[in-house]
């Protein structure tokens, strides 16, 4: 079992449309990284949320952290096909030097 | 602009084989992880090294060892490999200093067992 879960696991939309994936924990982390992954490359880093119930945004992507946080949400407002790929949360333990991966969204965004 | 670099990218193994997986980094940064990741399971840490002559289990690290050689270098080593163990081994290094840090990822070794 994983200490992140995250849901969905699959999701498959149509260009323009809005979705939510969602990152949780029966744990507390001291900050929650989000990372988008592309076939055949290592994760990529999209954004870093540290205060309980912290809300960043970046351009069509809305990232949340849960106010007890141990949870998280990434929000995408009218999807494009070039933000297909697989989506990651990470959580770090109080010392930062410890991460702590979800199973992955794997998002397909059809044109 | 070299960042993290694996080698090799790819290797095919008989159970019971041994290897090492290389990892370096030319970006000065304090701790290096090894990950794996398999189909639904994201990436689980194997080892990590918070500084230059340390290092640490995480979650899965039975069947492996690591060398951290020097800051630059952090190397991955299957003593005796085994079907379980084919997966994607993914290198990544990160400067600790700041909280917010992001870790940066090689592009990752394919290593199937047989």
């Known amino acids: 079992t994983q200490l992140l879960e995250q849901s969905p696991q699959f999701l498959s939309i149509q260009e323009g449309e809005n979705l939510t994936v969602y990152c949780n924990s029966s744990?507390?982390?001291?900050?929650l990284q989000w990372y988008r992954q592309e076939p055949g490359e290592g994760p990529v880093l999209l954004v870093t949320?540290?205060?309980?119930?912290e809300v960043k945004k970046l351009k069509r992507l809305t990232f949340q952290f849960g106010d007890a946080r141990k949870d998280s949400s990434l929000h995408i407002t009218a999807a494009q096909p070039g933000d297909t790929g697989l989506y990651l949360c990470?959580?770090?333990?109080?010392?930062?030097?410890?991460?702590?991966f979800g199973s992955g969204t794997k998002l397909n965004v059809k044109p | 602009n070299a960042g993290v670099t694996q080698t090799p990218k790819f290797q095919v193994l008989k159970t019971g084989q041994s290897m090492t997986l290389q990892c370096a980094q030319d970006?000065?940064?304090?701790?290096m992880y090894w990950y794996r990741q398999d189909p639904g399971m994201g990436l689980r840490l194997i080892y990590y090294?918070?500084?230059?002559?340390?290092?640490d289990k995480g979650e899965v690290p039975n069947g492996y060892n690591v060398s951290r050689l020097n800051k630059r270098e952090f190397s991955l080593r299957l003593e005796s490999a085994a079907p379980s163990q084919t997966s994607v081994y993914f290198c990544?290094?990160?400067?600790?200093?700041?909280?917010?840090?992001?870790?940066?990822f090689g592009d990752g070794t394919r290593l199937s067992i047989l």
């Open positions: 744990s507390v982390f001291s900050s």
């Open positions: 990470a959580g770090a333990e109080s010392n930062f030097n410890k991460f702590y």
């Open positions: 990544a290094s990160r400067d600790r200093q700041a909280f917010n840090q992001p870790q940066h």
């Open positions: 949320v540290v205060t309980g119930g």
């Open positions: 090294s918070a500084s230059e002559g340390t290092t």
């Open positions: 970006m000065n940064h304090n701790s």
